[in-house]
């Protein structure tokens, strides 16, 4: 039985990713969730081995990357503290089973309630409510949700997916979840973008990211 029960619960905001290589898109959103959404902590947690990606940068780069990106805000004042978690490795996977191994962890080490925030985008809502999605969706309080910007068959256009209002009403009822939404736009970043622009990749990095794989060429040889 956990000590202080009276004690409100720590809501942690957990940003799962490829993070491959963390860019600033990652960046700007883990910073603006920091900022405007009322969690404690915000958890990275890169993905160990992903379903579908074969070719990620090793695992250790990845989160050495991601801890230099988030370092200049991770203590900050003025919100949640943000950390770098590893917990992949041990569990071996995504989603839920991550997510209740973040529970397990963190409910034991501060000896209270924890309430988990999925952080995503908005293609969240493709699979939601597929079984997958419902089994993830039990583990969490809520979601904050990135209105993802896409690109248009014009140079340099770029649209939101339209939303169905009431049918995110209706999941969020239906799954017992809050649904937050970052608003404002986030600039278009993407490891796409890192990957297929050869003269300007470092545009997109954090200049502590794009240092590390500078003295890495064996990593940048793989994107």
């Not at 959404?37 to 992903?50: D, E, G, N, Q, T």
């Not at 590893?86 to 071996?92: H, Y």
């Not at 597929?130 to 690109?151: C, D, N, S």
């Not at 278009?188 to 470092?202: C, D, E």
Request: glycine share 6%.
């Amino acid at each position: 039985e956990m000590e202080q029960q009276d004690e409100p619960a720590l809501k942690v905001g957990v940003f799962g990713g490829s993070f491959n290589p963390i860019h600033l898109g990652h960046v700007l959103l883990a910073v603006t969730t920091q900022q405007t959404k009322p969690i404690h902590k915000l958890l990275m947690v890169p993905v160990f081995k992903h379903a579908r990606k074969t070719n990620l940068l090793p695992f250790e780069d990845r989160v050495e990357m991601c801890k230099l990106a988030v370092e200049p805000f991770a203590a900050t004042s003025g919100g949640a503290r943000v950390e770098v978690c590893e917990i992949e490795k041990q569990v071996g996977q995504s989603n839920a089973p991550m997510l209740k191994a973040i529970r397990k962890k963190y409910e034991s080490e501060v000896g209270r309630k924890i309430e988990l925030y999925w952080i995503c985008g908005d293609d969240v809502f493709t699979w939601i409510e597929k079984p997958k999605g419902v089994q993830t969706m039990a583990e969490v309080a809520g979601l904050i949700v990135q209105r993802r910007l896409h690109k248009g068959s014009a140079q340099d256009r770029f649209y939101k997916e339209p939303l169905d209002e009431t049918r995110i009403r209706s999941i969020a009822a239906k799954l017992n979840v809050d649904i937050s939404f970052i608003y404002g736009e986030l600039p278009h970043f993407s490891s796409t973008l890192v990957r297929n622009a050869p003269g300007m990749w470092r545009s997109f990095l954090p200049q502590s990211v794009a240092k590390y794989l500078e003295q890495k060429p064996e990593l940048l040889a793989k994107l």
